[in-house]
């Protein structure tokens, strides 16, 4: 039996920019909003065993994946701010694996993550839904990438990256046998 890493890495495909209709801006923030529980639900009843195993080989723990979440998130909730707030502005790039290695998101409790996740995700939901349908058009530069993203595939994508996580996290679980 082979294993398609690439699947284990993209469990639910990579990620593609498609068009966003005004109309699709509630439903992902819906999804925005949802996640939190999603994630907590997922790991709910997981011993530090099972935090500290990887979904893949070479992959990041599941603990490791629950500290990403809010690192990422917090991230993606500052450039929505800077770019409603200033004129393209230039965001700040980060190193995500290098976090990652940090010793709190490698061994802390993941407590602290979901609790910080729930909190981030109800204040960029409440932003999130004072935007007009124009906000969405708005852009920030991504200086390491070399372009411009507009707000409304920026929405999308972090839609696209919580789903990836989570089945990062219940795909682990699945292949693993775990409750």
């Known amino acids: ?28 923030i819906d999804q925005i909003e949802a996640l939190p529980g999603k994630i907590r639900s997922a790991v709910a009843g997981l011993t530090d065993e099972q935090l500290d195993t990887p979904y893949r080989e070479g992959g990041w723990t599941l603990r490791q994946v629950v500290h990403h979440l809010p690192d990422s998130h917090l991230n993606a909730y500052m ?37 910080l996740l729930d909190s981030l995700h109800r204040r960029w939901v409440a932003f999130l839904r004072t935007l007009k349908p124009e906000d969405f058009l708005r852009k920030y530069y991504h200086p390491a990438q070399e372009k411009d993203y ?11 990256h919580g789903k990836h996580h989570l089945a990062h996290i219940t795909e682990t679980k699945e292949t693993n046998g775990w409750k």
């Open 79 to 115: 450039r929505f701010k800077l770019a409603i707030t200033e004129d393209t502005p230039i965001i700040k790039p980060y190193e995500e694996g290098l976090w990652a290695e940090c010793k709190e998101a490698k061994y802390g409790p993941v407590k602290d993550s979901l609790d």
């Open 1 to 28: 039996m082979s294993i398609d890493l690439e699947k284990l890495r993209f469990p639910i495909g990579k990620f593609k920019i498609e068009p966003i209709q005004e109309e699709d801006y509630p439903m992902l």
């Open 150 to 160: 507009v707000l409304s595939s920026v929405l999308s994508m972090y839609v696209w």
